[in-house]
């Protein structure tokens, strides 16, 4: 990531909480701690908080995400959109019970926020789905972090009164860049396809829209032409794939300065 690029990496949570923060109502009679403000504020904090997950709720997704397309289009610089859901939850509560199925929601929200970095912004959708917006962050980022957390959700079963229960989740991943722009609406409704695309495909698996080179028939002839116009030899076959083979590491496209978790943790 670019020097130039570090301010637009602040993330909407944060800045959201230093906006609480400064607006912070001061008390009446002077006092430095006020048992009323600190309610109120309390009272602010589970508006927009999931009171069983400890992520944000539908509420504040919703204007987290309208802040985050208009800084993509500000700036042109790609939010990712990604739709967490467990596969057959159903089964859990059924079988365990719905205590069970709680702290499965739970570890999964823990597992959530471990994989992903302080600036992006985990909340719960509803039931066992759960969205989480990455900020400034391209395809190949992208993918990886869901496949990080499909594949720790699968690596990390819950025990409940000495049962293990094994979990899988199917991930919808959608992107919201200068070459693809949707209203919150459209990038919801993407995201989600993705998703039933992974359930419908066998599910434990992330879904994402690909990226496609158009083709361009190119004959014998022309090609010829093209290589005595600048001075080469007739091809005598199809090119080469190495012909288009790029040098850019792997580690090219990941930015410095993203916080990920460690995977030794």
């Known amino acids: 990531m670019s020097e130039n690029s570090t301010p637009i990496a602040l993330d909407t949570a944060s800045r959201m909480r230093k906006l ?10 002077g006092e430095p701690v006020c048992a009323v403000i600190d309610e109120v504020m309390s009272l602010r904090d589970q508006v927009v908080t999931d009171p069983l997950t400890g992520l944000y709720n539908v509420r504040y997704f919703r204007a987290a995400l309208d802040q985050e397309l208009e800084r993509t289009e500000r700036t042109q610089v790609a939010t990712a959109l990604m739709m967490i859901d467990l596969d057959h939850f159903k089964q859990v509560n059924d079988t365990w019970g719905h205590e069970a199925g709680n702290e499965v929601l739970k570890q999964t929200a823990r597992i959530i926020r471990d994989c992903t970095r302080k600036l992006d912004i985990q909340c719960r959708y509803g039931g066992e789905e759960f969205v989480v917006i990455l900020p400034s962050t391209e395809r190949r980022l992208g993918v990886q972090v869901a496949e990080r957390i499909r594949q720790n959700i699968e690596d990390t079963p819950v025990m409940v009164n000495g049962d293990v229960i094994r979990l899988t989740t199917s991930i919808g991943l959608a992107f919201h860049s200068a070459e693809s722009l949707f209203d ?13 695309e992974a359930k419908r495909g066998g599910r434990n698996r992330v879904c994402y829209s690909q990226l496609h080179t158009a083709d361009t028939a190119v004959t014998g002839e022309e090609k010829d032409a093209f290589h005595d116009l600048f001075g080469g030899a007739p091809d005598s ?29």
């Open 20 to 29: 609480s923060a400064s607006n912070r109502p001061e008390c009446p009679v």
């Open 237 to 265: 076959g199809d090119m080469d794939e190495q012909d288009f083979a790029g040098e850019d590491s792997d580690d090219d496209w990941m930015a410095d300065d993203q916080d990920w978790p460690d995977d030794s943790d």
């Open 184 to 196: 919150a609406s459209g990038l919801i409704a993407c995201a989600d396809e993705y998703l039933y």
